[in-house]
């Protein structure tokens, strides 16, 4: 299982994209707003390669890029390359997984950064779900849907979240890291459409959770089975408080029993949508959270609910200004302050 990180004590982070495309720019603004709970943004506006998927397909075997779609080629012998990927996860070689610039800016950037002041370091990387789904081989097939590219997928992952954690520690300073799976495709857990095998996700998971020393984490912007989610034991869980609370919060045993046990939950109370944001108020917004911290501590101690939450935008902030981007950041930085006053932890 994943290890636990330390209290987020309502703190405030980030959640994957900006829409910067200047990765010192970016980084700058992230620190200013979230100085203990710093995130490293993704930057899909710079080139397609930075978006999600590409951003963490370098190293996947028999990758193609064709007509701005990531495919598998199945058409040729992609065994030894498989090979290595399984060989580098037995004897944790990670270091053929770094991430270059052209795919995470950002992520180079930050690492130019010294910061004294960060509790925890957060990043993300596409989750083997999500992946999975989103490639498919020269039948048009995800190949999530193919166990053994299912299981390389993953060991491959692992292998970059290690490289990721590694690469933080060793540069900036922070000694706690959170490495978060960007996981949107777990809304097809128990979709008769789209179906997401349980057994394969939670195998993943354990493979990830294996090679990975700090922190590992899930977000997942829709609905999806949060009972099986909390059952992985995830240092975080990251969710769109805004648009799913109501179907999260019917699951509030597990919740209960999940921050317990040590895990932290991202709120992300703050739409990333900046249609969305324009008809609240930071009021509005903090009277939202509220309402889930009343409803939660009915049942809980307050104090438990406050040392194991984190305060986030719904998602990452693609369609937006750089402007627009620290307002919706700076929204949740500020409720993060207001509830933090009130329980008297800052």
């Known amino acids: 299982?994943?290890?636990?990180?330390?209290?987020?004590?309502?703190?405030?982070?980030?959640?994957?994209?900006?829409?910067?495309?200047?990765?010192?720019?970016?980084?700058?603004?992230?620190?200013?707003?979230?100085?203990?709970?710093?995130?490293?943004?993704?930057?899909?506006?710079?080139?397609?390669?930075?978006s999600i998927?590409?951003?963490?397909?370098?190293?996947?075997?028999?990758?193609?890029?064709?007509?701005?779609r990531l495919l598998f080629d199945s058409n040729h012998d992609q065994t030894a390359a498989m090979e290595k990927v399984y060989m580098d996860y037995v004897e944790v070689n990670f270091h053929d997984y770094g991430l270059h610039r052209e795919y995470a800016?950002?992520?180079?950037?930050?690492?130019?950064?010294?910061?004294?002041?960060?509790?925890?370091?957060?990043c993300q990387v596409t989750g083997p779900v999500t992946?999975?789904?989103?490639v498919v081989d020269a039948g048009k097939r995800p190949i999530y849907y193919d166990s053994q590219l299912a299981d390389v997928l993953s060991k491959m992952i692992a292998l970059k979240a290690r490289w990721c954690e590694e690469e933080m520690r060793k540069n900036t300073g922070v000694s706690e890291t959170l490495v978060v799976l960007n996981e949107?495709?777990?809304?097809?857990?128990?979709?008769?459409?789209?179906?997401?095998?349980?057994?394969?996700?939670?195998?993943?998971?354990?493979?990830?959770?294996?090679?990975?020393?700090?922190?590992?984490?899930?977000?997942?912007?829709?609905?999806?089975?949060?009972?099986?989610?909390?059952?992985?034991?995830?240092?975080?869980?990251?969710?769109?408080?805004?648009?799913?609370?109501?179907?999260?919060?019917?699951?509030?045993?597990?919740?209960?029993?999940?921050?317990?046990?040590?895990?932290?939950?991202?709120?992300?109370?703050?739409?990333?949508d900046s249609k969305l944001f324009v008809t609240e108020t930071t009021d509005s917004l903090y009277e939202k959270y509220r309402a889930i911290r009343s409803q939660l501590c009915a049942r809980m101690p307050e104090k438990l609910f406050d040392a194991r939450s984190l305060i986030t935008p719904s998602c990452g902030i693609r369609f937006a200004s750089r402007e627009g981007s620290l307002a919706i950041m700076g929204a949740a930085a500020e409720i993060s302050r207001r509830i933090r006053k009130t329980s008297g932890m800052g």
């Not at 800016?105 to 957060?122: C, Q, T, Y």
């Not at 899930?218 to 099986?228: L, M, P």
């Not at 059952?231 to 029993?257: G, Q, R």
Request: charged share 20%; glycine share 10%; net charge negative.
């Open 105 to 122: 800016s950002a992520f180079i950037e930050m690492m130019s950064r010294k910061l004294p002041g960060a509790r925890v370091l957060k």
């Open 184 to 272: 949107p495709y777990l809304a097809s857990l128990g979709s008769s459409v789209v179906p997401v095998d349980r057994e394969t996700v939670r195998a993943g998971w354990g493979d990830i959770a294996s090679l990975v020393q700090g922190g590992l984490g899930v977000h997942c912007c829709s609905n999806t089975d949060w009972e099986f989610v909390l059952s992985l034991d995830p240092a975080v869980v990251s969710l769109d408080a805004y648009a799913t609370s109501k179907e999260f919060l019917l699951y509030s045993d597990a919740v209960i029993s999940y921050m317990e046990r040590g895990g932290i939950v991202g709120w992300g109370i703050v739409p990333a």
């Open 1 to 50: 299982m994943a290890r636990m990180i330390p209290p987020s004590n309502s703190s405030a982070t980030g959640v994957g994209a900006l829409p910067h495309t200047d990765p010192g720019q970016a980084c700058d603004d992230v620190l200013a707003l979230f100085p203990e709970f710093p995130y490293i943004p993704t930057l899909p506006d710079r080139s397609q390669l930075e």
């Open 131 to 134: 992946f999975g789904m989103q």
């Open 53 to 68: 998927v590409f951003n963490d397909s370098e190293q996947l075997p028999g990758r193609l890029i064709r007509d701005d």
